[in-house]
C-alpha cells in the first residue's frame, strides 16, 4: 500500500451540524454587512439630498416672491388703462376746440343791426 492509500479510508467528513453553523455564521456576518452598507448608501444619499431640498425650498420661494411682484404689476397696469379709458371717454364727451370757439365767440343775429353793420 502507498502512502497516500494509507489515510484515504480513514478520513471522516465533518459533521453536519459544524458545517450549517459555520455557513449560519457566514450568513449572518453577510447580513450584517448588507446592512451597514445600506445605512451608509442612506445616509449618503440624505447628505447629497438636503442640499437639493434646500435650493428646491429657496426657488419655491423666489418664485412666489415673483408671482407677488407679477400680481402687484397687472392690478397697477389695469388701473392706468383703467384711468386712460376713462380719460379718454372724458375727452371724447369733450367740445372740440373748434366747438369751443364757437361757443365762446358771439353769434350774430338777424335782429341785431349792430352785428350786420360791422360786416
Known amino acids: 500500500m502507498d502512502r497516500w492509500e494509507e489515510d484515504f479510508d480513514t478520513w471522516i467528513p465533518p459533521a453536519r ?5 459555520r455557513a449560519e455564521n457566514e450568513r449572518e456576518e453577510l447580513l450584517r454587512l448588507a446592512r451597514e452598507l445600506g445605512a451608509a448608501r442612506d445616509a449618503a444619499y440624505a447628505a447629497e439630498l438636503e442640499p437639493l431640498k434646500r435650493a428646491l425650498r429657496e426657488a419655491v420661494e423666489a418664485a412666489a416672491s415673483h408671482a407677488g411682484e407679477l ?3 397687472r392690478r397697477r397696469l389695469e388701473a392706468e388703462l383703467a384711468a386712460a379709458q376713462a380719460e379718454r371717454v372724458g375727452l371724447a364727451q369733450r367740445p372740440s376746440f373748434a366747438e369751443g370757439i364757437a361757443e365762446l365767440t358771439p353769434k350774430a343775429s338777424a335782429a341785431d343791426p349792430s352785428s350786420a353793420a360791422g360786416r
Open 71 to 73: 400680481e402687484e404689476l
Open 17 to 21: 451540524e459544524a458545517v450549517d453553523a
